[in-house]
């Protein structure tokens, strides 16, 4: 069990730039989790698949965001003309179903 | 109002002492919650689930649940420095987050 992998640790971009980041869940986890987080707050739910079925996005998940995860194993999060209030912590989860959730230890975006 | 709320802190007390961290729910629908613990620039980490209400413990962690007031706490005995972080507490189904307690335990 090597937990839950993402890539890259951090990010910086310029405003108006694509970036992409990537999830590795558990092996055998088919639930995985995408959140954002700001300083001071707790994890805000973008959105989760199981295995490659995207089975709910929240409202924050505007359309410049879009996540994949084509084949039930990892998972892409791709934020499209960044703002500067994109700048967050992106965190990815895995799971059984109704199971223990376990984090990655995040991407850390800025926006400039 | 937000669905679980908590008070962001920080809370500072000092070693061996017991601590008390608290949070409210709003909707009725969802009766089972979680602990995380989460360490700078690290991801949340499950301390433990609570059951519909009462206690439960493990170690020295207790969780507690009361339906009536939709009130959600959990308790640390004998406190210390390792167990300063952020507590967050959140729905059984991890889609809704509380803001997080920030905990500092005093050498």
């Known amino acids: 069990d090597t937990g839950v992998s993402q890539d890259p640790r951090h990010k910086i971009t310029k405003r108006g730039q694509n970036v992409t980041f990537r999830c590795d869940p558990i092996s055998e986890h088919n639930r995985l989790y995408w959140y954002r987080q700001t300083l001071g707050q707790g994890p805000e739910f973008l959105t989760y698949?199981?295995?490659?079925?995207?089975?709910?996005k929240s409202r924050l998940l505007s359309d410049r965001f879009s996540a994949e995860r084509p084949k039930g194993s990892f998972s892409t999060l791709e934020i499209q003309r960044t703002e500067q209030g994109d700048s967050a912590m992106y965190l990815c989860?895995?799971?059984?179903?109704?199971?223990?959730?376990?984090f990655g230890s995040g991407t850390q975006l800025s926006v400039l | 109002q937000k669905e679980v709320e908590q008070d962001p802190g920080p809370l500072s007390v000092p070693e061996g002492a017991i601590v008390s961290l608290n949070c409210t729910y709003s909707n009725s629908a969802f009766q089972y919650f979680m602990w995380y613990r989460q360490y700078s620039r690290k991801g949340p980490e499950l301390l433990m689930y609570?059951?519909?209400?009462g206690n439960k413990e493990d170690g020295r962690f207790t969780a507690q649940v009361d339906k009536s007031s939709k009130y959600i706490s959990l308790f640390i005995r004998d406190s210390q420095p390792s167990d300063s972080a952020t507590y967050l507490c959140?729905?059984?189904?991890?889609?809704?987050f509380g803001k997080g307690t920030h905990l500092i335990i005093q050498p």
């Open positions: 989860a895995s799971s059984l179903p109704g199971g223990k959730l376990f």
């Open positions: 959140a729905r059984a189904d991890g889609l809704t």
């Open positions: 609570t059951y519909s209400s």
């Open positions: 698949f199981q295995n490659e079925a995207q089975l709910e």
